[in-house]
């Protein structure tokens, strides 16, 4: 898993649990099938633009809030 599947996992499951909402509650808000929110709750995959946004509704939060900070600072 990379680190940016892992930090987005991590925000979305920190958000998903602060709002009360299951993953399978998720998957039917946002017509997603609840074995593939399990694996993006679980940072397994790559998601669409389109998922992201799906997701952010559901959560009623904005897509960015999901999305893990970078520090372009720091030499790879």
């Known amino acids: 898993m990379s680190e940016l599947l892992e930090k987005f996992s991590e925000k979305l499951r920190t958000m998903r649990k602060k709002k ?24 397994e995959v790559n998601i669409t633009l389109d998922k992201l946004y799906a997701i952010a509704k559901a959560l009623e939060c904005q897509p960015a809030d999901l999305l893990p900070e970078i520090d372009y600072s720091q030499e790879e």
């Open 20 to 43: 009360k909402i299951s993953q399978d509650k998720l998957a039917n808000l946002t017509d997603i099938d609840r074995s593939y929110v399990g694996r993006i709750d679980r940072g």
